[in-house]
């Protein structure tokens, strides 16, 4: 087991390799009232009430919000009570956005079934909802009291689920910590899913990274901004293809496309883009986008959350480990890194 202290609004642990059944008394004892929010896709049986939302990003909605309060209103959640989230990102962000909102904040603890949401999604008090203005444009910061990670989940997972999720890990590791790319070099989707050993490590370097990130910049004033490395044009990918595609599919593409504007802008170099389509591809992640969908991500790009007084922004590499922002590039530029990803 790993453990990996986060220090944001309030100070919490991530616990890696435990056994979430076994960890969740230390949890529930002494609460009066316990919710467990999950998917509806999800097997979970716990000994409380439980809410059941849509799997998906389709489950980030107002109107399964709203009617998440309406049951924390019948069964009479209090500011001693406890929300459990567990599930993939979808469950965790709309867990956490629930006792964000509950009572003006309550307590949630995260348990998280996919390796994005161990990595990424529980991590770092980010909560929200999804709107059909884009994504995760409603939300508040609100961290969980602890985040429980039990490896058995992975097993649960499909192949393609698990690329997906490792899309979150390769970006911590171009974003800051090039042992996790070295973990990976030479080594295939298979080889992670098959080996558990791996998997702790990969997802012990990633939080760490996350949980240094939150620490320093809670509320994504400066340094939190690297951690959308990719997700500019991911985020637009995923609206445009109505959430039909995996967030970490689409930030695979988004990581291609921004280290082709790096090197094009002469900031990275060509063997460090040549790394992130060697690493993506072997963990059967796409790095390419139809071409003549550019006009359409320009454009769902531009109501992205993280632009500044109508200018784009986009985190870049230096070099691996070494993250800069690029404001307002011109459309030609991005015409053209996009033309190096056209499928």
Request: glycine fraction near 10%.
């Amino acid at each position: 087991m790993r453990t990996v202290p986060v220090s944001a609004e309030r100070d919490y642990q991530v616990e890696i390799g435990v056994d979430w059944r076994v960890a969740l008394s230390d949890w529930v004892e002494g609460r009066n009232k316990v919710v467990v929010i999950t998917s509806e896709n999800l097997e979970v049986e716990t000994a409380y009430p439980t809410i059941r939302v849509p799997d998906g990003e389709s489950g980030k909605s107002p109107e399964v919000l709203l009617s998440i309060w309406q049951k924390l209103g019948e069964l009479g959640l209090n500011r001693e009570d406890l929300i459990i989230g567990i599930g993939g990102g979808t469950v965790t962000d709309l867990a956490g956005f629930a006792a964000a909102s509950w009572l003006r904040g309550i307590d949630w603890l995260a348990i998280p079934t996919t390796i994005a949401g161990m990595v990424d999604a529980a991590v770092g008090g980010k909560t929200g909802i999804n709107s059909n203005h884009g994504k995760n444009l409603i939300g508040a910061f609100h961290s969980p009291v602890g985040v429980l990670i039990d490896l058995q989940w992975i097993e649960t997972l499909s192949e393609r689920d698990v690329a997906a999720g490792m899309a979150e890990v390769v970006k911590c590791g171009f974003i800051a910590d090039s042992q996790i790319l070295q973990l990976l070099e030479h080594k295939s989707l298979k080889d992670v899913c098959n080996d558990v050993e791996l998997q702790l490590e990969l997802i012990h370097c990633a939080v760490s990274v996350k949980a240094y990130v939150v620490g320093e910049d809670f509320k994504e004033s400066y340094l939190r901004e690297i951690l959308n490395y990719g997700h500019t044009l991911g985020h637009a990918i995923e609206v445009n293809e109505r959430y039909q595609w995996r967030h970490g599919a689409a930030i695979s593409v988004g990581m291609m496309f921004v280290a082709e504007l790096g090197r094009l802008a002469g900031r990275l170099p060509d063997a460090a883009v040549d790394r992130h389509r060697s690493i993506l591809t072997a963990l059967g992640l796409p790095v390419s986008y139809p071409a003549s969908e550019f006009e359409k991500l320009l454009a769902a790009m531009q109501r992205d959350k993280k632009s500044r007084g109508g200018a784009l922004r986009f985190v870049v590499l230096d070099d691996v480990a070494k993250p800069t922002i690029m404001t307002a590039p011109t459309k030609e530029m991005l015409f053209a890194a996009y033309q190096e990803i056209a499928g």
